[in-house]
């Protein structure tokens, strides 16, 4: 072979080379979280009583007599004797997998278990039993994850991994959205009041998504709200579900309504016939985290930035809601960064984040006065009870003392571990 | 088109006609504008080499702008042999540090709002092909290259996934490798 002949036939054989080397690899290294399974047999097995455990990853909470629940995100329920606001004593945990939301309704425990609505009797709280199990009625919570197939989920483990594939993208991000988001709402928040058929039901805050009345309990889920009859309170069972939007992240209710908050927006649901919550108004708002209370004439929204809701606004709406199929804005004061609230008669309280838990005077809604602050603790929730509110914050669990509201005084707090 | 570029190069490149090498030891400086041809994508590149020559061996160190999906910096050093025919067919190696210097809208954005951009890092750069010079005179000359070239660089960014119980910000990190035919035109002086 002619010399010629063979760098012509070695530029032909790298032109080949070239052409077909074209492609363009990436590696990937990230982390999930994948979930192990356990049969729903085994799980129930698993919810009972046992000894209190330092709080560690608290979640939402409900109060009813002298007892505070409080979850444990994913693990359980801490059972809180708080008879003495001065000493309250974590008495009992109570192990309930993939727990979430809580309510109680007379002495019985309503928690979710993934996706089954766990019922736990709490007659003797350090010897609880589970009572019931309803299973299926939560089958979102974890996007289609435990979709189930006669099987909870019982841990989520850390998986580190790398994965090498082909990239033949241009690499123009600017439409991208690579990044799952869900909502962290499942933290710091509490359910709500209420009774009925002469069983009494718990007391929760802002940021439920539990909420008791009467003898129906309603759950709103990331788009829905779902209605249990708790007639009999040992044996609650699901009626049925309502599509109320996106983004919906809490439920307040007030006599006959439920105020739902969603990312952007409330919506007013009627109960007057319990079965079948019926819209009777919307708000509006800038794309937010937005708990809501109300009482008979407003309603009381905070909207906050800095969250997976997004946004750019830190303020607290006030609402007419006199006619609840037209809710109008009457007044916004600007706030730090408002998290969950709540209303006793003419007290009105916000967790403002950082800047702590402020106390107003709203006795006019349109001209809210600033009473009091409790400053120095970053403040996520509230339940004001008769003078003693619980006080859910970034490091501890507080009971303050405001019967002065110009003066809050912290009474005791229960640290949560890190 | 690639085809019809590659017939000219090799054409070129087997003139047989003698051109004559220094003996001496001379600098050259040797800018050149690249097209680069890789996966799905076409870009281009701006390279400018200087360094010594010794009789037909070429040793020289340069930077450019690569835009190719990530743009960057190449910074390489480049080593030649130039052949004695007229066209002077030469073949080149080049190897060095990929400089990341990504546009805005390269940049990985997070689906979450607070969330901010992505960093890139640093990586390696090679390259080699064949070339010949289309028009010489003295010392200067106007040179066609076909090459094969691998960038690297490496993005980095924060991510919010659920870990069972609540959103939790993990990172994420993407290794990325691009490789491309290179075709080039450059300007000795």
């Known amino acids: ?217 309603y759950a709103v889920g990331l788009s829905d709200l779902k209605v249990f009859n708790t007639v009999d309170p040992a044996a609650p069972f699901y009626v049925k579900t309502a599509q109320v939007g996106t983004g919906i992240e809490t439920i307040f209710p007030f006599k006959n309504n439920l105020f739902i908050g969603s990312q952007t927006g ?103 006065k600033p009473l009091g602050t409790l400053k120095d603790i970053f403040a996520y929730d509230i339940i004001p009870l008769n003078g003693v509110a619980l006080l859910s914050a970034k490091d501890a669990f507080y009971f303050v003392d405001y019967t002065n509201a110009a003066n809050p005084v912290i009474l005791s707090q229960l640290s949560i571990t890190k | 088109m690639r085809a019809l570029l590659l017939l000219c190069i090799f054409s070129m490149a087997t003139r047989k006609v003698l051109y004559a090498q220094k003996d001496t030891v001379a600098w050259f400086t040797q800018p050149g504008v690249t097209l680069l041809n890789g996966d799905k994508y076409t870009s281009a590149a701006i390279t400018a080499v200087t360094g010594v020559h010794y009789k037909q061996w070429y040793l020289g160190v340069g930077a450019g702008i690569d835009y190719y999906k990530v743009r960057s910096i190449p910074l390489l050093a480049e080593l030649r042999f130039e052949s004695k025919l007229k066209a002077a067919p030469f073949v080149y190696a080049r190897a060095g540090y990929n400089v990341a210097w990504a546009l805005e809208h390269q940049h990985t954005k997070p689906y979450v709002f607070w969330g901010t951009n992505s960093v890139f890092n640093n990586g390696k750069y090679a390259a080699a092909g064949l070339g010949c010079y289309v028009y010489r005179k003295d010392d200067t000359g106007v040179a066609l290259t076909l090459g094969y070239s691998a960038k690297g660089v490496t993005e980095l960014y924060d991510e919010t996934i659920w870990n069972g119980t609540r959103t939790v910000t993990e990172s994420r990190k993407l290794d990325y490798v691009f490789r491309r035919l290179d075709i080039g035109v450059s300007y000795r002086f």
């Open chain 1, 266 to 368: 409330m919506f007013i649901y009627n109960i007057d016939s319990k079965d079948n919550p019926a819209l009777k108004g919307t708000f509006t708002h800038a794309r937010s985290c937005d708990p809501v209370v109300a009482d008979d004439t407003h309603a009381y929204v905070t909207l906050r930035s800095g969250t997976v809701c997004a946004g750019n606004t830190n303020q607290l709406d006030v609402l007419d809601v006199t006619s609840v199929t037209s809710p109008s804005l009457i007044k916004t004061y600007l706030m730090s960064n408002p998290h969950g609230l709540a209303k006793e008669g003419g007290l009105l309280f916000i967790c403002d984040g950082a800047a702590g838990l402020k106390i107003y005077d709203a006795a006019k809604p349109e001209d809210i």
């Open chain 1, 1 to 217: 072979m002619k010399p010629i002949t063979a760098i012509a036939c070695g530029l032909a054989l790298a032109a080949a080379a070239f052409f077909s080397c074209t492609k363009d690899t990436v590696t990937e290294t990230y982390t999930f979280y994948r979930p192990v399974f356990e049969t729903s047999d085994a799980a129930r097995n698993g919810i009972k009583s046992a000894a209190p455990q330092p709080v560690t990853n608290p979640g939402k909470l409900a109060i009813k007599g002298h007892y505070l629940y409080l979850t444990e995100l994913g693990k359980g329920v801490h059972i809180i004797d708080y008879s003495n606001p001065r000493t309250p004593k974590n008495i009992a945990f109570v192990a309930v997998p993939g727990n979430a939301d809580v309510a109680v309704r007379g002495n019985y425990l309503y928690a979710d278990c993934y996706t089954a609505l766990a019922v736990i009797d709490i007659t003797t709280p350090e010897s609880v039993k589970l009572q019931n199990f309803v299973n299926r009625v939560f089958p979102d919570r974890f996007s289609g994850l435990a979709s189930d197939t006669g099987k909870v989920i019982i841990k989520w483990e850390k998986v580190d991994t790398t994965i090498s594939r082909r990239f033949s993208e241009s690499f123009d991000k600017t439409q991208d959205g690579r990044v799952i988001v869900y909502n962290d709402m499942v933290a710091y928040s509490s359910n709500s009041a209420g009774s009925g058929g002469g069983v009494t039901n718990s007391k929760g805050g802002s940021m439920a998504r539990f909420a008791l009345v009467d003898d129906r309990m």
